[in-house]
């Protein structure tokens, strides 16, 4: 009969568990200070453990999640870069101006295939062993 060595296996769990609690609280507490926004991916790969162990962790969550909206959020385009309200409403209507030709290409194919199909089938039908190999 085998000796029970399951407690040992439980001390190495404790242990992996710890070992990677101290690192998350670790890399938390480095990316809390570094000048970037910190996501749970970022974190998750910075600290070298998977976002669904992170999900299991309510604590780091929250303080993920609290380290957002301290965070000054920067514009992606300056103001003076964005677009105007003219602008877009041009870009808008060449959009649909372009649908509009898309689909007129669209029907115009479609048409083109029915009657290219309708023309084989008619050829077909009056020398079915033509295009045969």
Sequence with gaps: MRADNSRHLAKAARSRAEQTRRRAVSTLRHLATAEQTITVSVFAQRAGVSRSWLYTQADLLAQIRAER???????????????????????????????????????????????????????HARDPLENRP
């Excluded at 103001?79 to 870009?91: F, I, T």
């Excluded at 007129?104 to 089938?121: E, I, K, S, T, V």
């Design 69 to 123: 909206p301290r965070r000054a959020t920067v514009p992606a385009v300056p103001a003076r870069q964005a677009a105007s309200d003219g602008s877009l409403r041009q870009r808008l209507q060449l959009a649909h101006q372009r649908i509009g030709e898309l689909e007129a290409d669209n029907q115009q194919l479609r048409h083109a295939l029915a009657q290219a199909l309708g023309d084989q089938r008619a050829r």
